[in-house]
């Protein structure tokens, strides 16, 4: 089902992990993904802050989510298609100047000291509507550059390039907007433009030859392998779950300001937190792959996720908080290996466009869907309530899947 990388023959004889070093295209790949990742995180706490801080009202916080989430939700199954359909290395470099264009235009529009948010309400749109289409290229793209046979060991690299991403990024954020304020989406849009870049400089051909005729049934063919290899719809549900009521990091400045009174140099370490935990537990996964059956270590970090989430909405001391996050990063980074894996391993390479806009928009955008039911039911009940709630239920969803799901629960291994 996966091509072979065009470089697999004459590194045949390496180690399978030393293969990965020597494959340029993966390498441009990972700083694409790295630029673009540290830069959607410098710009979610730069704007988180600058938001919260000029309005004081949590509520905006909500919409920065729900404007992110709205063009992924009406656009992914385009976006698959188009992944299907056109190159994806275009796709990529395109989405990620949209990026670099849209923060420059937020930035400038901020620079003036406004109040007044819609504008960049507006801005989130274009960027929401170049994550709807740069998703699923991305995770299409992977099994294009890299061989079957160490494409687990690719999905943990990738994911620890993400997670130092996320670990700095954040960091980088907070920083920045002590030091410069406005000027770091400057910053921020350089690192898109670095992303573009090296996504056009991969060289592989990476448009799918696909011989469907174009209609309903093509439009809609990545949820109907979805629905029929119930693994990968237990996976993907479940994570969908798990975002939409165990995300908190959109309403981490309420948090940081309000409730641990620190600064935004600690709301970039929190920012910072479950990237941290995320990236030792990635590295070891791409050290030496999963070593515990894997539906049930699946279902094991849902539960360790879910824990996290509580104790973090009853903390009120930061180095608890910042504990519960990590611990929180860490149980979701083998959640996602599990399921990346499952689904780009179970998917013929002419449908993965499509099954990744679907995963996209039911884990990707439901990032920000989370957000915006975070910053809703906390405008509502207060944050450590909207926190402790959205921790329960994701607790109560997973012991459901575990039970609804045995082909799922039962995978031993890839």
Not at 132 to 161: D, G, K, W, Y
Not at 251 to 274: C, H, Q, S, T
Request: hydrophobic share 55%; net charge positive; proline share 4%.
């Amino acid at each position: 089902m996966t091509e072979e990388s065009p470089t697999e023959g004459s590194h045949s004889a390496r180690a399978e992990p030393e293969r990965l070093r020597y494959n340029r295209d993966f390498l441009l790949f990972l700083a694409s993904r790295g630029c673009a990742v540290t830069g959607n995180h410098v710009l979610a706490v730069a704007l988180g802050w600058h938001v919260y801080q000029r309005t004081g009202d949590v509520w905006n916080l909500a919409l920065i989510g729900l404007f992110m989430f709205l063009p992924v939700f009406c656009l992914f199954l385009f976006a698959g298609l188009a992944a299907d359909r056109l190159d994806r290395r275009l796709i990529i470099g395109t989405c990620n100047i949209a990026h670099c264009a849209a923060t420059m235009a937020i930035g400038a529009y901020l620079v003036s000291g406004t109040e007044i948010m819609w504008p960049v309400f507006v801005l989130l749109l274009i960027i929401g509507s170049a994550q709807a289409f740069l998703h699923p290229a991305l995770l299409a793209t992977l099994p294009n550059i890299v061989p079957r046979e160490i494409f687990a060991h690719a999905v943990a690299t990738m994911s620890s390039v993400n997670k130092m991403a996320q670990l700095g990024g954040p960091a980088l954020g907070g920083l920045l907007v002590a030091l410069v304020d406005e000027g770091v989406y400057g910053v921020t849009a350089g690192l898109f433009l670095l992303a573009a870049l090296a996504a056009f400089l991969i060289r592989s051909n990476l448009r799918v030859r696909g011989g469907e005729p174009f209609g309903l049934a093509v439009v809609l063919g990545g949820f109907r392998h979805i629905w029929r290899t119930k693994p990968v719809f237990g996976a993907i549900s479940i994570d969908l779950v798990a975002v939409l009521f165990g995300g908190i990091m959109g309403i981490l400045p309420v948090f940081a300001a309000d409730i641990l009174k620190v600064g935004p140099e600690a709301l970039g370490v929190m920012r910072a937190m479950p990237a941290a935990g995320a990236l030792v537990v990635a590295l070891m996964l791409a050290r030496s792959g999963l070593p515990w059956n894997v539906g049930r270590s699946f279902f094991a970090s849902l539960t360790v996720f879910g824990l996290s989430i509580l104790v973090f909405s009853l903390s009120t001391v930061f180095w608890i908080s910042c504990a519960a996050l990590m611990i929180y990063g860490a149980a979701d980074m083998i959640s996602v290996y599990v399921r990346q894996t499952l689904v780009q391993i179970e998917t013929p390479n002419e449908l993965r466009g499509r099954v990744s806009a679907v995963s996209t928009v039911s884990i990707t955008a439901s990032n920000q869907l989370g957000d915006f039911r975070a910053g809703g039911m906390a405008a509502l009940i207060g944050a450590p309530a909207a926190v402790a709630a959205g921790a329960c239920i994701t607790l109560a969803a997973t012991l459901l899947w575990y039970r609804w799901f045995p082909g799922l629960r039962d995978v031993e291994r890839f």
